[in-house]
Nanobody
């Protein structure tokens, strides 16, 4: 069964940057589009960025467009999320999954943006 392990979160000041990583086990990683999701307290989980299996095409939620960059390294079974110009509203637990959201969810990684 594929397992997802997110890391790289932390406490950062407004305007700061973080780079999240998600390591996936299993041999099917490179065949699937992946996404980064986030869930803020009291809110539903939302999809913020996606990347196709080969990494050529990315898409972003309007709220993060121009600030976040998703990338992947299929040789390492890892997907990344570079987050710049962070805002308090980016505070959430961040998760990765297939773009379909079909895998069991990992623990996520907490991102807190504070002034």
């Amino acid at each position: 069964q594929v397992q997802l392990v997110e890391s790289g979160g932390g406490l950062v000041q407004i305007g700061g940057s973080l780079r999240l990583s998600c390591a996936a086990s299993g041999s099917t990683f490179s065949a699937n589009a992946m996404g980064w999701y986030r869930q803020a307290p009291g809110k539903q989980r939302e999809l913020v960025a996606t990347i196709t299996s080969g990494g050529r095409t990315t898409n972003y939620a309007d709220s993060v467009k121009g600030r976040f960059t998703i990338s992947r390294d299929n040789a390492k079974n890892t997907v990344y999320l570079q987050m710049n110009s962070l805002k308090p509203e980016d505070t959430a637990i961040y998760y990765c999954n297939r773009r379909s959201g079909s895998l069991p969810w990992g623990q996520g990684t907490q991102v807190t943006v504070s002034s």
